[in-house]
């Protein structure tokens, strides 16, 4: 367990357990040092413990950074909920949830995340005031990610590709929930094509038929011949396996954690397949989360989420100048603000 802590560098640790409810969560906190901790809750059955704790660590690291690169004050955390068996009552479970986040004194807030729902936030709202994004605050932030990680396209297009437009380009997409679909909505309303592959096929055909796109199975998804691969559902999907199967010249989605391990955002640049990172790319909605509850006005909160595309081809001309990846320059810049010497985004 240290080990893990001590290669994602992250400070605390907390193990929650609610045999009434049936709560076994992990809530890690990477790091204080801009403000207190903001990230989301994940609920899912993972393999092992050994899954969530890496799982969760890792994410909480990747708040830390994609904080610091959207320049506000905040810190990194993120929690993990190992769903019990079916027939649990989940009311009980978010309620439970929501006093391990209020144990913490506020130095944790939640909000969204897999496999977690509004109404599930709702219930945390019952027993800690330390929550975003759920229906007392108004405040989704699911169309603001989608708004960033199009930014992140039009700057990768730009940088890779010279391209000015994204009309009549291709991309993959992977996972259209909740941020996938909008993102696909706003890709297809800028004349891109798309093609689609979802976990949930009937939802990937309902889409496809919205949009007049196609869709493949999803291990298919790799292997499309396109101008973006777009991972926009769980993480570690980018490996040495799948890697090798891209045919795309660009990486840009939702989704956090997408490198299965620091050593493919090499692999990446090796290919010379241009990756943006993946908490650059999907800070919209920490963005809209964070400036919504210090009572900025919808104007200011989408300029900070399109300027996502400035910090990314900023990253983009270090990596190059220096012969890094980009997720190791990205890295690197997030360390630098948290450890206080500039600020870049």
Known sequence: MFANLERTNVAELHLHRDPHSGLRALIAIHSTQLGPAVGGCRCLRYDDEDAALQDVTRLARGMSYKAALAGLPLGGGKAVILEPPDGYDRGALYRAFGRAVESLNGRYTTAVDAGTRLEDLDQVARTTRHVWGYSG?????????????????????????????????????????????????????????????????????????????????????????????????????????????????????????????????????????????????????????????????????????????????????????????????ADDLAEQRLNGHRNVA
């Open 137 to 329: 605050d108004g405040l989704d932030p699911s169309p603001l990610t989608a708004l960033g990680v199009f930014a992140a396209l039009d700057a990768s297009v730009r940088q890779r590709l010279g391209r000015d437009s994204l009309r009549g380009l291709h991309f993959a997409v992977q996972g259209v929930g909740h941020v996938g679909s909008r993102l696909a909505l706003l890709l297809t309303r800028a004349g891109a094509r798309l093609t689609l592959a979802d976990a949930d096929a009937k939802r990937a055909s309902e889409l496809a038929a919205r949009l007049g796109a196609r869709i493949v199975a999803p291990d298919a998804i790799y292997d499309v011949p396109c101008d973006g691969f777009v991972p926009c559902a769980l993480g570690a999907v980018l490996n040495r396996a799948t890697i090798a199967r891209l045919r795309a010249p660009l990486v840009a989605g939702s989704a956090n954690n997408q490198l299965a391990g620091d050593e493919d955002g090499e692999r990446l640049r090796r290919r010379d397949i241009l990756y943006a990172p993946d908490y650059v790319t999907n800070a919209g909605g920490l963005i809209a989360l964070a400036l919504g509850h210090s009572g900025a006005g919808r104007t200011r909160i989408r300029q900070q989420v399109l300027a996502i595309g400035t910090t990314l081809t900023r990253i983009f001309r270090e990596a190059e100048r220096a012969g890094w990846s980009t997720s190791a320059t």
